[in-house]
């Protein structure tokens, strides 16, 4: 009887005659075979048909092919934020042709982190996207220190030392703000970002740029720092207008910051634009949803997305490559919100 399972990598190492590293060598193109042995694998390979796998590739290039995508935020962070999903999106389209498999990871707590370090450690990944950066987070130099490729979403800083990408944050800011001015608006507040996150401080100096250019005082009255979420645009909006009664616009981070501050205008009475205008950042799918209608930064997230997987796997491919920062163009969607 003729046996029908799919061959493996033993089968063709007993066919040939020889050991299933040598197989492996063969497969991956190595030069430490000699001619006869590579064409009695060849030759068994063609015969029974087999397709190469990863686990056969790894057994010499010691690759898994699969990446990990970690996101240091909560479960209800990751589903309320529509730019984690279209990160997601992103990533998922670069790696949809290759063979490598996405492993998405959560970091909510110590053991997490310990659960992730432990993987990395065993090389049980190839590389790693990191979004959500925070400045005084452990992960990107500990994954620098293990020597594995990691590419973030954002940075530290400035001076960050990875690979990584990101939206051009002071400069939306800032057309934010002359949008705003160019329409007569003479207090503009911001509700800003985390400040231990770069996306957080360069959209509070894209504000204050802006505001600076046009000759506009941008005392710390006009800004309140919030969190990226719609509970903290409402508390930062109320924040505002306590402190500042007659503001007239408002430039929030984010569009679920926005959100926020659009429903504590409306509870407090204020019209949106006739009393205050307000524009958010990002574009997201929220800002066709508000009431009114949220104009917005709009920034490439699936771009962002697709770019982080895309040097990710030129880095592991090449790891001498040189690292790469790179920064994507925004855009001002102009909606009834100002």
Known sequence: M???????????AARAGVGRTTVSRVINGSDLVSDTARAAV???IDELGYVPNSVARGLVTSRTDAVALVIPESESRLGSEPYFSAVIRGVSTALA???TQLQLVLVRDQAELDQLTASVAARRVDGVLLVSVHADDPLPALLEGMGLPTVLAG????HES???VHSDNAGGAAAAVSHLLARGR???ATIAGPQDMDVGRSRLSGWRAALTAAGRPHTGPLVAVSDFTEEGGERAMRTLLAQVPDLDAVFAASDVMAAGALLELR?????VPDDVAVVGFEDSIIARHTNPSL???RQPVEEIGRTIAEVLLTEIAHPDAPRRHLVLPTELVVRESS
Do not use: E, M
């Open 295 to 297: 104009t917005s930064v």
């Open 155 to 158: 940075r530290r800083s400035s």
């Open 97 to 99: 042709t290759t063979r």
């Open 267 to 271: 509870r407090q009475g204020r019209r």
């Open 186 to 188: 003479r207090t503009i």
């Open 162 to 164: 990875l690979s990584h």
């Open 42 to 44: 060849l030759a068994a």
């Open 2 to 12: 003729t046996d029908r399972r799919r061959p493996t990598i033993k089968t063709v």
